[in-house]
């Protein structure tokens, strides 16, 4: 069972450069969900969707972008990297009740 | 301003004994709590969750206790074993954002020492 997969597992960007984190669920389950984990700190949510075509800021959107085209996929797209953009990212999916995480990516802005 | 409060950043335990993981939180909307499990490099798995409506849920070695009033809620091991070393996470839900704001704690670092 795949659950929920993100790609890559870890990137290095140089300030200003852009990138897509991948995401997808197998579940079919209406929302997913971006997280991003700093040290010390708990996940912190970047953008939400509740199903294909809608999306909605979380906690922490600014410097990032979402879309959501299908029910499987959610891409977080950065666009302008800065160094505050070091951190790990988590993608999730959701029937309502409880969060599948994916396996994380890794992110170091240089 | 933290809606989530894990205020032990870790703890120590010998196999076999009990663990036992505070959170409190501030919100008096969230009705829904569960408690995540994250080993390194591993997204974060489902471990437990309580309603609002109980006081305690139990699976296996794993009980989640509820105090509304207090608004606190403990989650205890017992017994403890060197696979449960992992970090912690606390979070809440509010039925009226339901599946949409799950707010999650700092996380606690728990080693159990065999």
């Known amino acids: 069972n795949a659950g929920v997969t993100q790609t890559p597992k870890f990137r290095i960007l140089k300030i200003g450069q852009s990138m897509t984190l991948q995401c997808t669920q197998d579940m079919n389950h209406n929302y997913m969900y971006w997280y991003r984990q700093d040290p010390g700190m708990g996940l912190k949510l970047i953008y939400y969707?509740?199903?294909?075509?809608?999306?909605d800021k979380g906690e922490v959107p600014n410097g990032y972008n979402v879309s959501r085209s299908t029910t499987e996929d959610f891409p977080l797209r950065l666009e302008l990297a800065a160094p505050s953009q070091t951190s790990v990212y988590f993608c999730a999916s959701s029937t309502g009740e409880k969060l599948f995480f994916g396996s994380g990516t890794q992110l170091s802005v240089l | 301003d933290q809606q989530v409060k894990q205020n032990s950043p870790s703890l120590s335990v010998q196999e076999g004994r009990i663990s036992i993981l505070n959170c409190d939180y501030t919100?008096?909307?969230?009705?829904?709590f569960l408690w995540y499990k994250k080993y390194p490099a591993e997204g974060p798995t489902f471990l437990i969750s309580i309603s609002s409506i109980k006081d305690k849920n139990e699976d296996g070695r794993f009980t989640v206790f509820l105090n509304k009033s207090a608004k606190h809620l403990s989650l205890h091991i017992v017994p403890s074993q060197p696979g449960d070393s992992a970090v912690y996470f606390c979070?809440?839900?509010?039925?009226?954002?339901?599946?949409?704001?799950?707010?999650f704690g700092p996380g606690t670092r728990l080693s159990v020492l065999p």
């Open positions: 979070a809440a839900s509010a039925s009226d954002n339901y599946g949409q704001n799950f707010v």
């Open positions: 969707s509740v199903g294909a075509g809608i999306t």
């Open positions: 919100n008096s909307m969230f009705d829904y």
